[in-house]
């Protein structure tokens, strides 16, 4: 393990003096890839949160009357009372993750790094802890809880929320950046043919998460993804070169339902962006520099507590990301 962990070390040094002469540029590339970044959380988000109060508008109108007649009678909330507890509230130990991260990094060494070596023909940048850039976002609130954060020295990720009696819309994400070009055997960086790249994170991670319904609905997810902008060696002609997600749970409840993540309260552990969820190749040109975002993201909608139906809903992620590697084709 631990020379595995100093061949990693010299991969990142190798890679951070061969982009040495481009960090100022890559300084001011970052500016503008996190705008467009947080365009990406901040414009989706506004458009379910103004479908989800359009749904709650309709659902008044039409099941409302009915509720609150149904309030009115003996008993009505005697026997709802029955089901009625409290908000959720879920959190990750960090102990039990640290510990978690610990045994996956010696479990996926071989099956990363050593068969991206053995087995492709590529050229490999290898990132790892301090990285270049960090970046949060939070919509919607205020709420029982909303936090999201990242640490780009330790390679940290990580959200919680929770909607509680407020109800309403929340959206959570955290970014780590990197930056690179294209590398092309025999050229200087950012020199040579076009070719192809892959963004491939070793970022493990875990998760919490429960929805709970008294009649009124509720809607919970979370996902991670890679977001790469490029633009040309004066800083202009910005593109969007990839924004690849994936939710890796999601869940909705309504009137009695109570759901949660498989074996609650012990937090689900797992492999960000890794198999059958890893980001895809993407066009690579020279005379290009590249920004990349690996994050995780969470949202969450839920009719708090009212006379007409309850629920709530939290969820929590923490991961670090160990090291990321972008591939390229050797050509």
């Not at 010299?10 to 996190?34: C, D, K, N, V």
């Amino acid at each position: 393990m631990e020379g595995s962990r100093l061949e990693l070390d010299e991969l990142i040094s190798q890679r951070e003096h061969a982009y040495q002469p481009f960090r100022e540029a890559f300084e001011g590339a970052r500016s503008r890839a996190q705008s467009a970044w947080q365009r990406t959380c901040v414009e989706p988000f506004g458009k379910r949160a103004s479908e989800v109060d359009a749904r709650r508008a309709l659902s008044d109108l039409a099941i409302g009357p009915y509720v609150r007649r149904l309030a009115d009678q003996p008993g009505y909330l005697s026997a709802v009372e029955r089901f009625r507890g409290e908000t959720p509230s879920v959190s990750l130990p960090r102990s039990r993750q640290d510990e978690a991260l610990g045994h996956a990094t010696r479990d996926f060494w071989n099956s990363i790094i050593v068969a991206a070596f053995g087995q492709f023909g590529e050229t490999l940048d290898v990132f790892g802890p301090p990285y270049a850039g960090e970046g949060e976002e939070r919509q919607g609130g205020p709420h029982h809880l909303q936090q999201a954060s990242a640490d780009r020295q330790q390679g940290r990720l990580e959200f919680a929320h929770t909607i509680g009696e407020e109800g309403g819309s929340s959206f959570v994400s955290a970014a780590l950046w990197s930056h690179f070009m294209r590398r092309s055997p025999g050229f200087p960086p950012g020199q040579g043919n076009a070719g192809i790249a892959q963004v491939r994170p070793f970022l493990p991670f875990s998760n919490r998460w429960e929805t709970v319904s008294v009649i009124a609905t509720a809607r919970n997810k979370a996902g991670w993804g890679v977001f790469v902008t490029s633009e040309d060696l004066n800083g202009g002609d910005e593109q969007v070169e990839q924004n690849h997600q994936y939710w890796f749970f999601t869940d909705s409840t309504a009137w009695f339902d109570h759901h949660a993540n498989p074996g609650a309260p012990t937090p689900f552990e797992d492999q960000a962006l890794s198999f059958q969820n890893q980001a895809p190749w993407f066009l690579i040109r020279p005379g290009r520099l590249y920004s990349m975002a690996v994050w995780c993201f969470g949202e969450c909608d839920a009719n708090g507590k009212a006379l007409d139906g309850e629920s709530f809903a939290a969820a929590a992620v923490r991961g670090k990301m160990q090291f990321c590697v972008v591939a390229q084709s050797k050509n």
